[in-house]
């Protein structure tokens, strides 16, 4: 499992935090920045690791922004990626589960790290069930043609 991660100015903090979460548990990783704390756009961000993921260069990827919305909206604009904005572990679970998402999102200011790592966490344990799930995320998929 090889993990891209970034954030935004927004989510730079949290993103520290799962970084440190990745090495406790010896999950592989690229951080994609950014390396302080100015002022940046999310896009800019969320591309590179998106692109990553779907040249298979990474497992997963894993966004922060302030609420997560933004850089859940751009990463689903790359083709190949099924991006969840998520704060809860129910919804983390059931996203890998249901909806096989190869990218997770979440907001430094609107979940804490405790939490967060949480989320994470289930995303990372929980696999693909496939069966009726597989065919609908086939129908998903679809929709980018
Ligand atoms: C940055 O202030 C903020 O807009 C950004 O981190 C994110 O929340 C956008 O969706």
């Given at each position: 499992m090889k993990i891209a991660i970034s954030s935004d100015h927004g989510g730079n903090r949290l993103r520290k935090e799962?970084?440190?979460?990745?090495t406790e548990r010896g999950v592989e990783f690229e951080d994609f920045g950014p390396k302080n704390d100015d002022s940046v756009d999310y896009?800019?961000?969320?591309?590179p690791v998106c692109?990553?993921?779907?040249?298979?260069?990474?497992?997963?990827?894993?966004?922060?922004c302030g609420t997560g919305i933004g850089?859940?909206?751009?990463?689903?604009?790359?083709?190949?990626i099924r991006c969840a904005l998520v704060h809860d572990?129910?919804?983390?679970?059931?996203?890998r589960g249901h909806?096989?998402?190869n990218v997770l999102a979440m907001g430094e200011r609107v979940v804490g790290a405790g939490h967060a790592r949480e989320i994470v966490s289930a995303w990372l344990d929980t696999s693909?069930?496939?069966g009726r799930h597989a065919v609908r995320v086939e129908k998903l998929m679809m929709l980018e043609d």
């Amino acid at each position: 499992m090889k993990i891209a991660i970034s954030s935004d100015h927004g989510g730079n903090r949290l993103r520290k935090e799962i970084i440190d979460l990745l090495t406790e548990r010896g999950v592989e990783f690229e951080d994609f920045g950014p390396k302080n704390d100015d002022s940046v756009d999310y896009p800019d961000y969320a591309t590179p690791v998106c692109e990553g993921v779907v040249e298979g260069r990474f497992n997963r990827g894993i966004l922060i922004c302030g609420t997560g919305i933004g850089m859940s909206i751009a990463a689903n604009k790359t083709k190949g990626i099924r991006c969840a904005l998520v704060h809860d572990v129910f919804s983390a679970k059931a996203t890998r589960g249901h909806n096989d998402t190869n990218v997770l999102a979440m907001g430094e200011r609107v979940v804490g790290a405790g939490h967060a790592r949480e989320i994470v966490s289930a995303w990372l344990d929980t696999s693909f069930e496939g069966g009726r799930h597989a065919v609908r995320v086939e129908k998903l998929m679809m929709l980018e043609d």
